[in-house]
């Protein structure tokens, strides 16, 4: 019992107070209701009293575990959990944006030393972001699932890539339904469908894909929907095209083609450096030069290769280099980055080809050949087809770019030291520039040359290491560079003025600094090194890809169901006041009733 001045001196007041209106009921000469007046007279006393100094009750609690709520969290599953755990356990929220009468956790990664008794972290709701997903100590974090929902549960897609490259979008749609009914699936670009798929079970995978027109930022939408314009989820996909990477390509043929010819054609209408080299007989070539001025062919040379990102061969010229020329080839494609892309037949490749050993040739019957294959490649058009000799048979370490309706490799590449090596066995694609498949011809020629490219030399690169940057939540930037920048970078969005960002340089790896930053709006936002380009980055409302922010937290987490013997041991007990609300309720209407009867 507190011994303080404020105690007896309310102790005191309130006795006198219940002396007061008892001796003033026994006195008043009107004896009605007299009973109700004496224990309305205490309890105006008594309820003056516990409201300062409220009774305690015994409740259940466990000292050795928590409940943090973040966004989205469910009553039910709070409730279920504070039956279990003691109705006194320790209930925090992560941030402001919870809604929640519990108070806000001051600091996650210091809760090991303010509560060392502290064992087991419940998290409930979306779950904990990836700058907080790692608790330090012997803290373990238990993710309760949320129920089941109706969206995207997950979604892929290339959100950089230059013009004349197809946006490829893969993911899945999850459907709480009982009626399974078909829902489509679509990818909107202002306003208008550019593909769809139809799910007839209402649940499942897609891939769409689309290609821009026009270079700079884009923010696409992923629709779900059923018949009669009813859409049950809509999700934002932001895209940012760049402009085509000019190439300098050499074009190396044993004789006159007309692949070779229209493939010199069509790349210098893009703007692209071409020079084509052709053999006309023992001793004598043909040369041409487009965007770019003429300089010697005669051999290959570790001066001429440098000059140029990508090789484009038949397999006869591979089989007539000179040994000199065979080595400036391997030393250019191996230590330089230089790719090689030969265009092959149905005979074995030459023994002077660079990563051989990760291809085979099999030809095919004649009867096969003849007919015109139907082929895959990403972004390619349905009906792009075409006669081939045979297809490779490719060894480990080998990957396959381009296939038939069987998934026989039609082409594949390799890596060979710094570069890559590419084998074709689609020889006659001029044909579709003649069949006026000019999107087949462009799509085919720029996913080859810029697999096979020599890679470009950037001296800074960011990369926002959440997949799903969310408004009010703190996102990682990490810059790639050759030292720690002498400046801080600066982060904008729109309408809002440039942020600093602190860099901190990676003890592992000293070409990568990282900075956290908080965004407070959604939409593109800008990060950039002063005197450097500009590099852009989305962040989504807190209303998109709710669903699939919340199935990758859960990985993060390390969710795990929670056993029936998850509190070990019995739950330890606190002492808690009453709610003091109540005992300043039954004050109020005790003297209410005291001060109506009087007028009564």
């Known amino acids: 019992m507190p011994s303080s001045l404020q105690f007896y001196t309310l102790l005191i007041f309130c006795l006198l107070l219940a002396v007061w209106l008892t001796v003033a009921a026994l006195r008043r000469a009107n004896r009605a209701r007299l009973a109700a007046r004496l224990l309305a007279g205490l309890a105006a006393a008594a309820g003056l009293w516990f409201t300062a100094f409220p009774l305690t009750r015994t409740l259940g609690t466990s000292r050795r575990e928590a409940i943090l709520l973040t966004s989205d969290y469910q009553i039910d599953t709070l409730q279920q959990l504070l039956r279990k755990l003691g109705p006194a356990t320790t209930v925090w929220r992560y941030n402001e944006l919870v809604p929640a009468e519990a108070p806000v956790l001051a600091s996650l990664p210091a809760l090991p030393e303010r509560h060392p008794a502290l064992r087991r ?9 990836a700058a907080d997903a790692s608790l330090p100590g012997n803290l373990q974090l238990v993710q309760h699932t949320p129920p089941a929902f109706t969206g995207f549960r997950a979604a892929h897609w290339n959100r950089q890539l230059e013009l004349g490259k197809p946006v490829e979008l893969e993911g899945f749609f999850e459907n709480t339904a009982v009626a399974k009914a078909p829902v489509w ?147 250019a494609i191996r230590s330089q980055g230089l790719g090689l892309i030969v265009v092959a037949d149905a005979a074995a490749l030459p023994r002077t080809t660079p990563a051989r050993a990760g291809f085979a040739v099999v030809p095919r019957a004649t009867a ?24 490779l048979h490719l060894s480990a370490g080998s990957r396959a770019l381009v296939t038939d309706a069987q998934q026989q490799t039609l082409v594949a590449d390799r890596r060979f030291g710094t570069g890559r090596v590419v084998i074709a066995l689609v020889p006659e694609t001029f044909r579709w520039v003649l069949q006026n498949a000019t999107q087949a011809y462009d799509s085919y020629w720029s996913y080859l040359l810029s697999t096979a490219a020599r890679p470009l030399a950037v001296e800074e690169r960011w990369h926002v290491l959440e997949t799903w940057p969310h408004v009010q939540q703190p996102l990682t930037l990490r810059l790639e560079a050759a030292r720690l920048p002498a400046q801080q970078p600066t982060v904008q969005q729109a309408g809002a003025p ?103």
Do not use: C
């Open 121 to 129: 972290l419940h998290v409930l709701g979306r779950g904990l972001p």
């Open 185 to 331: 699936i679509y990818l909107q670009a202002a306003g208008t469908a550019r593909d769809s798929v139809k799910l007839p079970t209402g649940r499942g995978a897609f891939r769409l894909h689309f290609t821009p027109k026009a270079t700079g930022l884009s923010v696409y939408e992923l629709v779900a929907g059923k018949q009669a314009n009813t859409t049950l989820a809509r999700e934002p996909v932001p895209v940012e095209v760049l402009p085509t990477r000019p190439l300098r390509v050499l074009l190396l043929a044993s004789t006159p083609s007309f692949e070779f010819k229209f493939l010199k054609n069509q790349l210098g209408t893009q703007q692209h450096a071409v020079a084509l080299r052709v053999g006309i007989s023992k001793g004598l070539i043909q040369t041409e030069f487009l965007n770019q001025p003429a300089h010697d062919l005669s051999r290959l040379t570790p001066t001429l290769l440098a000059r140029y990102d990508a090789v484009v061969a038949d397999a006869g010229t591979l089989s007539g280099l000179s040994a000199g020329e065979n080595q400036a080839l391997q030393n």
């Open 368 to 391: 096969v050949t003849a007919r015109p294959q139907p082929l895959k490649w990403p972004g390619a058009p349905e009906k792009a087809t075409a006669v081939v000799p045979g297809s």
């Open 498 to 600: 440039a942020a600093r960002l602190a860099l901190r340089q990676d003890v592992r790896l000293s070409e990568w600094s990282t900075g956290q930053y908080w965004p407070t709006t959604a939409g593109w936002h800008r990060v950039q090194l002063p005197q450097k380009a500009a590099q852009w980055f989305y962040v989504y409302d807190t209303k998109n890809w709710v669903n699939a922010q919340l199935i990758a937290y859960q990985a993060l987490n390390n969710r795990a169901e929670i056993p029936a013997s998850a509190s070990s041991g019995a739950p330890d007990t606190v002492q808690q006041p009453w709610p003091v609300a109540w005992f300043f309720g039954v004050f109020l209407l005790a003297a209410g009733f005291l001060w109506l009867e009087e007028k009564l």
